[in-house]
T-cell receptor, first 114, second 112 residues
């Protein structure tokens, strides 16, 4: 049973470009969470999605950030017009159950904005 | 705001010792807690979880203790090995909020 998969693992973007981060949950998991981590810090919740629905986006910046989890395919975290402050590791977690419990993380995407 | 914190940022132990990593939380409504291990350049790895209706849970070489009276969580690692060297995070979930709140982490260094 493959774990949570994320790609790309490393992404370099110039200021103003768009970044697309992908996450494929574990088989059988229909709940996806995105978190952001700055160096030497804990993870910060961004958004929680189920198939075709955003359940909680209270941690998402109001502008430039969006997320989706379509019926088919991976979950996508999209950052438009990236700025240097967006540089971080972005982690996706999946869970077989609702409620935020039992989350398993992927290897992350490290975004560097130059 | 964040409600989970750790007492010690770095813990250094010798191989074979038992390690105890502590975590304080401030939200008495939290009903679920998880410990994760994160190695450099990798994602958090699930270690063990515990619900608020329990005060102790054991896994392989690890034990989590929950003291709701003082809002304290600890992770005990028996016979610590060099491969246990990593940053350890506690995280909490509050019923109805559907997300984990992470602490800042404790770095465990194991010397051979």
């Amino acid at each position: 049973n493959a774990g949570v998969m994320q790609n790309p693992r490393h992404l370099v973007r110039r200021r103003g470009q768009e970044a697309r981060l992908r996450c494929s949950p574990m088989k059988g998991h229909s709940h996806v969470y995105w978190y952001r981590q700055l160096p030497e810090e804990g993870l910060k919740f961004m958004v929680y999605l189920q198939k075709e629905n955003i359940i909680d986006e209270s941690g998402m910046p109001k502008e430039r950030f969006s997320a989706e989890f379509p019926k088919e395919g991976p979950s996508i975290l999209r950052i438009q017009q990236v700025v240097r402050g967006d540089s971080a590791a972005y982690f996706c977690a999946s869970s077989p159950r609702t409620g935020g419990y039992e989350q398993y993380f992927g290897p992350g995407t490290r975004l560097t904005v130059t | 705001g964040e409600s989970v914190g750790l007492h010690l940022p770095t813990l250094s132990v010798q191989e074979g010792d038992n390690s105890i990593i502590n975590c304080a939380y401030s939200n008495s409504a939290s009903d679920y807690f998880i410990w994760y291990k994160q190695e450099s350049g990798k994602g958090p790895q699930f270690i063990i979880d515990i619900r608020s209706n329990m005060d102790k849970r054991q896994g392989q070489r690890v034990t989590v203790l929950l003291n709701k009276t003082v809002k304290h969580l600890s992770l005990q690692i028996a016979a610590t090995q060099p491969g246990d060297s990593a940053v350890y995070f506690c995280a909490e979930n509050m019923a109805g909020f559907q997300k984990l709140v992470f602490g800042t982490g404790t770095r465990l260094l194991v010397s051979p």
